[in-house]
């Protein structure tokens, strides 16, 4: 992904910076589609021995879970890049 | 006071709210007219993000398509938030620091093409429109109830509201005027809810009602109500409640849809240019969903709450006893909603076997068959229930206090308002702005510029009106196809234009068209041409569709189409410029964001 042709000190900075970022949000879309996709529904009946409130956990994974799960991913990103654009120095003003 | 006054008032009241401040907050410029001058903080913006999205199809339609159906449409639920973690990664912080008014702006100068950009453009109104279309329909309903007039009227007058209101003021006027319609449209969501999950489990939080057990139902000892709708549900012959009846490809092609039409819908985008800073756009989208998780975790329960509470009000005496009588419905005050729905033409009953009674069963099972044979039904007598009324009616099927009914019809007008406002503007910045003054008629004054605004949002309403007189689905059906179109054309342009400097003009002009064509043809292959009912070549169920997919979750698809063809052009074309990859370069990292850059 990064273009290695022109090496300055800035560029090699930029180039780390974001392969932290891709690091970070290929983790995040991991969860991602594993609490929607995976034990929303396809996942759901390897889970269904575990009961939540007359059903079983896929289902509230599906109802409610995996929006909770969503939350936490993005106010977790916006802190973990607010912190990255100060390591590498990035951050506006 | 009869309901119809209480009513008048709330939904008064709150346009007064909205009215009185749009004209506070006047949008003077052009600038101001599309992004608000940049000075909106992450919270107010996310709230006001909340509203601009929280349309008639999460507020009136949602609730309603999970209450008759089930776990199965749980996918509105993951697929309308889930596409959030995808703005917030992927696209909004990066669109921030591009920092021009328009989706399609970035669009044309990433792809250093002015063809892009009109592709773009036409993509943007193809899917806008069909979204006008599913608020329409929300409108219909909701004026049609709270004027007690048919549908038909109720949309009418709708479109004449949601013009005056588009045209009126900008984005910020709509900013803090959408503010407003958050703070009524989440009470008026919330509030009927918590009645009534305290009515049935004694639990005041909704959310949480649901996965709880019933309130003491006569010493039977205590049962969970997901177990119990899924009992009298079941013994009535329809598909049990909890349990999955779709196919695993067709519900995670369906969710996948909503989530990339999300973060492709240009209205919700618009929103994160109007951040100060690219950390703000990052929060700005966390915000958002706390918003909207707000009426999304209790919108499960608003849906299985009030499937119970119908169930039972058709069988007072539970399922193995007689059904409820015409004369009750005729005369029983807690059957009031049924007559006052009646006359919006979206209810109906008929004692089909005139015994008096109005058995509702699902008179498709085979099951039911034999039940019906021996107690002498002749098929399902409650003959229409418009998925659309549920969340609407909610609070009078429950019998709750008449200003609690009043506060709904203001929240349900409010959703459907705020969208359609966000939606029109969209629609008309990409026709005034990319389209006119980008494109035809660069040297046009800021006057005509909001004049031309102005005349496309009165066209766009127009069609839209005459397209939701006979809409394609229930208004959620019809919003999720919009989504659709969004995912299989503008995000993987987006997200393609950031994530790599290879795709080049060529590359992603071909794949947006090839997204887009492919999916709106489908559509139409399924829905019938521009929705016309009857023009259709193939059944709209997952049996009868042309690939096994149904044309709600096509979108999917297209989007990985779009992906594939502007790979495979690109690779097989010219590399970008270098000032493109510099472009791209400097989009990907905050320092520099300036304040808005006008051509």
């Given at each position: ?62 109802q409610q879970?995996s929006i909770l799960?969503f939350l936490?991913?993005i ?19 | ?9 709330f939904v008064?009241?709150s346009f007064?709210l909205y009215?009185?401040i ?18 909106v903080?992450p919270v107010t913006n996310g709230m006001a993000t909340a509203a601009d999205w929280m349309s008639a199809a999460s507020f009136i339609g949602m609730a309603g398509l999970i209450a ?5 449409n749980s996918t509105f639920l993951m697929g309308w938030t889930g596409g959030y973690v995808l703005l917030a990664?992927?696209?909004a ?34 899917a806008s429109?069909t979204y006008v279309i599913g608020q329409m329909t929300g409108v219909g309903v909701a004026f049609?109830r709270f ?11 709708g479109?004449?509201v949601v013009?005056?209101y588009a045209?009126?003021?900008?984005m910020?006027?709509v900013t803090y005027t959408q503010v407003a319609q958050y703070v009524v449209l989440i009470m008026a969501y919330t509030i009927p809810a918590v ?11 909704p959310a ?46 369906f969710t996948?849809s909503l989530m990339i039409g999300t973060a492709g819908l240009p209205h919700v985008i618009m929103r994160f240019?109007t ?9 700005s989208a966390g915000w958002a969903l706390v918003f909207i998780a707000l009426l999304y975790l209790t919108a499960p329960a608003v849906g299985?709450?009030a ?80 998925r659309d009324i549920l969340v609407l009616a909610n609070p ?11 506060l709904v019809a203001a929240g349900g007008l409010a959703a459907a308002l705020s969208t359609a406002a966000g939606l029109l503007l969209a ?37 839209a009106?005459?397209?939701g007189?006979?809409p394609?689905g229930f208004a959620a059906q019809t919003v999720a196809l919009a989504f659709g179109?969004a995912a ?64 709600t ?47």
């Open positions: 992904m990064a273009d290695q042709s022109t090496h300055t000190k800035a560029a090699a900075d930029g180039a780390g910076y974001w392969t932290a970022n891709i690091r970070i949000i290929v983790i995040s879309l991991i969860i991602w589609a594993l609490v929607s996709f995976g034990f929303g529904i396809l996942l759901r009946p390897m889970i269904s021995g575990i009961s939540v409130g007359g059903t079983d956990l896929g289902f509230w994974f599906a879970g799960v936490a991913l106010f977790f990103y916006a802190w973990r890049m607010n912190k990255l654009d100060r390591e590498y120095g990035v951050e506006e003003d | 006071m009869d309901q119809f006054t209480i009513n008048l008032l008064g009241a007064a009215i009185g749009a004209i506070w907050a006047r949008a003077g410029s052009t600038s101001e007219f599309y992004a608000a001058g940049r000075g903080h008759f159906t089930g776990y199965d990664l992927l696209l912080p990066y669109l921030r620091k591009f920092g021009k008014f328009t989706v399609s702006e970035f669009i044309g100068d990433r792809f250093y093409s002015p063809t892009a950009r009109i592709v773009a453009v036409i993509c943007l109104i193809v429109t049609g004027l007690e007039i048919s549908n038909t009227s109720g949309l009418l007058i479109a004449c013009f005056a045209v009126f003021g900008g910020k006027g009645f009534i999950s305290l009515q049935l489990t004694g639990n005041p939080i949480l009602g649901l996965f709880g057990e019933t309130a003491a139902a006569g010493g039977e000892g205590s049962v969970y109500l997901l177990q119990k709708l899924d009992q009298v549900v079941t013994e009535l012959g329809f598909a049990s409640y909890t349990e999955a009846h779709k196919d695993n490809l067709n519900m995670v092609l996948l240019f951040v100060p800073k690219v950390s703000d756009a990052r929060w299985a709450m499937r119970l509470n119908i169930t039972n009000l058709m069988w007072p005496n539970g399922t193995s006893n007689e059904a409820v009588s015409v004369e009750a419905i005729q005369n029983d005050s807690e059957y009031n909603w049924m007559l006052t729905w009646q006359k919006t033409g979206l209810l109906d009953w008929e004692d089909k076997n005139g015994d008096g009674k109005i058995q509702y069963y699902n008179d498709q099972s085979d099951a039911m068959a034999a039940k019906a044979a021996e107690n002498g039904w002749e098929g399902n007598e409650l003959t229409k229930f418009n009078e099927i429950a019998s709750l206090p008449s200003w609690v009914i009043g629609i008309s910045s990409a026709v005034s702005h990319d389209l006119m003054k980008g494109q035809l008629t660069p040297n046009m004054s800021e006057k005509s510029e909001l004049l031309s605004a102005r005349i496309a949002m009165a066209v766009a309403i127009g069609v009106t005459i397209l007189l006979n394609p179109l299989a054309s503008i995000f993987p342009a987006l997200m393609m234009g950031i994530f790599s400097k290879r795709v080049n003009n060529v590359g992603a002009v071909s794949g947006m068209l090839a997204g887009l064509g492919f999916t709106l043809v489908y559509i139409f292959l399924h829905k019938g041409w521009l929705f016309i009912a009857g023009t259709n070549s193939f059944p709209d169920t997952v049996d009868g569709s042309l690939l096994g997919i149904q044309s979750a096509i979108g999917a698809v297209g989007a990985i189409i779009n992906f594939a063809v502007a790979y495979i052009v690109s690779m097989s074309t010219a590399d970008t410029p270098q000032e493109i990859k510099d472009l791209v370069e400097s989009v990907r990292v905050p320092a520099g964001a300036g304040g808005a850059v006008d051509h």
